[in-house]
């Protein structure tokens, strides 16, 4: 999942970037209101995470140029303002969720996940194709009944072609949401990683989920002589 960070104070940049990349997101980083607009509005992310007091340009404007777009574009607004007045603004100006600084971690991460299920088509924790199945809230993946050790890479790999299931994606769209900008477009480590993760969840599983689509990408599904 791919989220862009937009908050000026940088001890707290660093620590949410940190520990959400342990967890297995993948952050860009903003520091100021013109540039998260410019980042929200070139790029599609899963989760926008949005400080209201910014430099250049707040982000109850930045929220609002987002919504212009009408992008799908779900915001989580963080503000060390807690009146309910400013709630009832953020909320009306198009924020999905409002954090009050100071807040825990684990609550930060809880409601991203909610979020983050609210924004597709997949119901619940759990995130399923055949018998292979991935609880997001507990980081577990399974097939057949089997526990699947993964590393962060892979996981966050499988759980975005799990997300987009049924759709091919291309292998700069992979990039984008599990490498952000740590290799080259032209790189293949996309294709490296899919066959660590095909080793991993297809190798002795019947039926083979990641499919290679020549010329495009991946896709993850059940093929038609598969299916029930």
Known sequence: MRLL??????DLHRILTKRLSEEGYVTDDCYDGEEGLTYAQVLQYDCIILDIMLPKRDGISVLREIRKQQKPQTVLLLTARDSIQDRVTGLDAGA?????????????LARLRVLLRRGTPTHGAELILADLAMN???????????SIA????????????????GHIMTR?????HVWNNEFEYDSNVVDVYIRYLRNKIDKGFEPKLIHT???FGYVMRVEAEHEA
Request: charged share 35%.
């Open 136 to 146: 997001a809230a507990e980081h577990t993946v399974q097939r057949g009944g089997k």
């Open 5 to 10: 960070i937009v908050e000026d104070d940088r």
């Open 213 to 215: 689509i020549r010329g």
């Open 96 to 108: 999905d969720d409002y954090l009050t600084k100071p807040f825990a971690f684990e609550e930060l």
């Open 150 to 165: 993964l590393t962060s890479k892979e996981y966050a790999l499988l759980e975005y072609l799990l997300r987009n299931q």
């Open 172 to 176: 700069s769209q992979i990039s984008d």
